[in-house]
């Protein structure tokens, strides 16, 4: 039976959760709000007013600068950056579920010790492989082309490690063992039982991929020289390079920015439901 006190502190406690809550959104939501404020202000009103209220509304002005800045190279990022992003986190997401499932479901020699090779590669930064990916690259002759930005992109550690745990909470062994009675080869049970039961897991282990890619900055850097095949990331590094004997290019920096965000939410927006149930699976295992 609850007490005075104990409902007393409940409320003290869920008061303060919830003030927590609300701080730490005001500290994650603060630096999109500017950028959408600052988005729809002219060149002008970027030093001369207040940098968290509205001015005179510019947007679309903006946008238009934005997409036809330099015969439309914008345009030409987005579309690049989609293809990274969206079929490496495919084709990332399918390499990390087939793995993940044999590691869970096949015993073989040497598995564990695989596997912990794999979470050794966790927790090896992306940069540290940078100057050996770039000498390997260029010893093959894939330096500044799609596949050298594309090819390192769809190897994740991390969803391996993240679709063994989902195969193994997932995907009954009993299940696969009725299947290969009825006759499915090993990669038609996958396709066909397996894996559908893990799609829901396997959108966590795309958004995963796909935001690490979509922000992806050093790989590009190191691999690519052609303007053409940058990402946006870093051409509108290269343009925040250039503001200072450009200061009109620092509307179209902060209008660039807005608009690459704008997908990495509508993409959590669709795929929130799998991504929540995906996560509750892990965390039941």
């Known amino acids: 039976m609850s007490t005075p006190s104990t409902i007393r502190e409940s409320r003290v406690s869920r008061t303060a959760v919830m003030a927590l809550m609300f701080l730490l959104a005001v500290y994650f939501l603060l630096p999109v709000y500017f950028l959408i404020v600052a988005a729809t202000k002219p060149q002008g009103d970027l030093a001369s007013t207040n940098g968290l209220a509205f001015s005179h509304f510019n947007l679309f002005e903006n946008l238009r600068i934005l997409f036809t800045r330099s015969d439309g190279v914008f345009g030409r990022w987005a579309v690049n950056t989609v293809i990274y992003a969206v ?3 495919a084709v990332g997401t399918l390499i990390s579920a087939l793995c993940g499932y044999a590691l869970a479901k096949f015993p073989f020699r040497g598995r564990e010790f695989l596997f912990s090779v794999i979470l050794g590669g966790v927790l090896v930064p992306t940069t540290a492989l940078a100057l050996p990916l770039f000498l ?3 010893a093959t002759g894939l330096v500044n082309t799609y596949l050298a930005v594309f090819l390192p992109s769809i190897v994740s550690p991390f ?21 290969r009675l ?12 397996a894996f559908k039961l893990m ?3 396997l959108v966590t282990v795309f ?11 050093f790989l590009p850097m190191v691999m690519l020289q052609k303007e053409s095949l940058f990402p946006i990331t870093l051409g509108l590094y290269e343009w925040n390079g250039q503001t200072a004997r450009a200061p009109l290019l620092q509307e179209s920096v902060i209008t660039g920015s807005l608009v690459s965000i704008v997908p990495v939410i509508i993409v959590f927006i669709l795929l929130q439901r799998f991504w929540r149930s995906g996560l509750a699976a892990g965390s039941l295992k």
């Open 136 to 138: 390997l690259f260029s």
């Open 207 to 217: 958004l995963f991929q796909f935001v690490a890619i979509w922000n992806n900055f």
């Open 87 to 89: 079929l490496g986190a």
């Open 159 to 179: 969803g391996v490690y993240l679709a063994r745990i989902f195969a193994n909470a997932a995907v009954p062994q009993e299940l696969i063992e009725s299947a």
């Open 182 to 193: 009825d006759g499915a080869g090993e990669f038609r049970t996958f396709f066909s039982v």
């Open 199 to 201: 799609t829901p897991a």
